[in-house]
């Protein structure tokens, strides 16, 4: 067996190699989603399940959806990971990211994202850098497909980072 001791030195380097933490959304914030389909509840979306496979979140009903993360306290954030899964419509889904830094008031749009699912395609990851402080409100808006009106919207995971 191989090992070495660390000495205090490695050890701020190791550590500061690390990724951002997550942002414990259960504990510092209150989710407002505009429905939610029973055997697929929002709490899916935080649940620390991630990949192809993992639980998810579905809409109740198609149309166009809202998750707003509303923090106890601003948050800084750094980076926001979107997973989303669709295994059986083609469509092509639309997220709009935006965040309020005045308690919800108003909020600023920093990404419109599009994921097309088909057969060949039924997962998409999409990483996002940024540098947010003082953000209040996160915002969510779904269009579940650009196209089809009945389809509801889904996410697979919802990872803010500070």
């Not at 429905?35 to 496979?53: K, L, M, N, T, V």
Request: net charge negative; glycine share 6%.
């Amino acid at each position: 067996m191989r090992k070495s001791i660390l000495h205090e030195s490695h050890a701020h380097e190791s550590h500061a190699a690390d990724p951002e933490p997550d942002i414990p959304i259960s504990s510092v914030a209150t989710i407002l989603v505009s429905s939610e389909a029973p055997e697929h509840p929002i709490d899916h979306a935080f649940d620390g399940q991630r990949g192809p496979g993992a639980t998810r979140w579905i809409a109740a009903q198609p149309g166009e959806q809202q998750l707003i993360i509303a923090f106890d306290a601003p948050q800084t954030i750094r980076r926001i990971i979107v997973e989303v899964e669709e295994r059986e419509a083609w469509r092509t889904q639309e997220l709009q990211l935006s965040v309020s830094s005045n308690g919800g008031e108003t909020y600023r749009q920093l990404r419109c994202q599009e994921f097309t699912f088909h057969p060949g395609v039924t997962w998409e990851c999409e990483d996002w850098a940024m540098a947010e402080s003082h953000v209040t409100h996160v915002k969510l808006a779904i269009k579940p497909d650009k196209g089809r009106k009945d389809l509801s919207a889904s996410l697979t995971s919802l990872i803010l980072r500070g």
